[in-house]
């Protein structure tokens, strides 16, 4: 697909299924017209520490060239996956990216600020953001590191949705060679800096990486979240408007 206009726009979609998919059994057919679809299931460690690739929860974002596409894609979500009839739950929001950094392998390769076209100017309003982390390597050496890195997400994601500032977090990992993703949702842009660079789990976890022990590459997007619907336990961007008006 040809990227028009000056900026990106993502959707990102989070369902739950009556039973657990894995991915290495079944193959969801990639959304038409999109620049970038992932969809992956849940981050879940088996008993050897890596990811099992098997959830009955998937995530999916959407890069599109075009606010009408992104927005088609939000309005009828179940004609671009056909799968959404068997979810017992789903959730859908467009957002727009404000800033991104870093390499990603979304698109078979790995992209160095690339990858998502942020907007000239920022809109303001909530907060999303979107990581990725990615290694060169999944030989047998670097399962040590993988595993380390498995852990740490599981860690920090816990401790992220255990700060009232933090209204929902989520991780899927990709198949196909090519990265999944984080995603948060943040009461404020204030509380997700306090939560990720100030004494914490995202921190101590950061250190480590540094020092060479886990991913070999990451990526960061901040979104604001233009409109959403469904059920991640609730929609969490109505209960935040609805805590503006108490």
Same mark, same amino acid.
């Given at each position: 697909m040809t990227r028009t206009g000056d900026h990106d726009w %993502? @959707?990102?979609h989070r369902l739950r299924? =009556?039973?657990? %998919?894995?991915?290495?059994d079944r193959i969801f057919a990639p959304v038409a017209g999109a620049a970038v679809w992932r969809f992956c299931p849940q981050h879940t460690p088996g008993d050897d520490g890596l990811v099992t690739l098997t959830s009955d929860i998937w995530g999916g974002l959407g890069i599109w060239g075009s606010r009408d596409e992104a927005e088609a894609m939000l309005s009828d979500p179940g004609t671009a996956m056909p799968w959404l009839a068997e979810a017992v739950a789903a959730w859908h929001c467009l957002a727009i990216p404000v800033s991104h950094r870093g390499k990603v392998n979304w698109r078979g390769h790995v992209e160095d600020g @690339?990858? &998502?076209r942020p907007a000239p100017a920022d809109p303001g309003g =909530?907060? &999303?953001v979107v990581t990725t982390a990615g290694f060169?390597?999944?030989e047998d050496w670097m399962l040590p590191r993988i595993r380390l890195f498995v852990e740490g997400v599981s860690e920090v994601m816990a401790w992220y949705g255990a700060l009232p500032s933090n209204l929902r977090n989520d991780v899927f990992n990709g198949p196909e060679g090519r990265e999944g993703f984080t995603c948060s949702l943040w009461r404020s842009d204030e509380a997700m800096r306090e939560a990720a660079y100030h004494d914490g789990r995202h921190r101590a976890r950061?250190?480590?990486?540094?020092a060479g022990l886990m991913f070999d590459y990451s990526s960061f997007t901040r979104l604001r979240a233009l409109r959403s619907h469904g059920d991640w336990d609730g929609d969490p961007f109505a209960e935040l408007q609805e805590g503006a008006m108490t």
């Amino acid at each position: 697909m040809t990227r028009t206009g000056d900026h990106d726009w %993502i @959707t990102l979609h989070r369902l739950r299924f =009556p039973e657990a %998919i894995s991915a290495r059994d079944r193959i969801f057919a990639p959304v038409a017209g999109a620049a970038v679809w992932r969809f992956c299931p849940q981050h879940t460690p088996g008993d050897d520490g890596l990811v099992t690739l098997t959830s009955d929860i998937w995530g999916g974002l959407g890069i599109w060239g075009s606010r009408d596409e992104a927005e088609a894609m939000l309005s009828d979500p179940g004609t671009a996956m056909p799968w959404l009839a068997e979810a017992v739950a789903a959730w859908h929001c467009l957002a727009i990216p404000v800033s991104h950094r870093g390499k990603v392998n979304w698109r078979g390769h790995v992209e160095d600020g @690339t990858a &998502v076209r942020p907007a000239p100017a920022d809109p303001g309003g =909530p907060l &999303v953001v979107v990581t990725t982390a990615g290694f060169l390597s999944r030989e047998d050496w670097m399962l040590p590191r993988i595993r380390l890195f498995v852990e740490g997400v599981s860690e920090v994601m816990a401790w992220y949705g255990a700060l009232p500032s933090n209204l929902r977090n989520d991780v899927f990992n990709g198949p196909e060679g090519r990265e999944g993703f984080t995603c948060s949702l943040w009461r404020s842009d204030e509380a997700m800096r306090e939560a990720a660079y100030h004494d914490g789990r995202h921190r101590a976890r950061m250190e480590q990486n540094r020092a060479g022990l886990m991913f070999d590459y990451s990526s960061f997007t901040r979104l604001r979240a233009l409109r959403s619907h469904g059920d991640w336990d609730g929609d969490p961007f109505a209960e935040l408007q609805e805590g503006a008006m108490t």
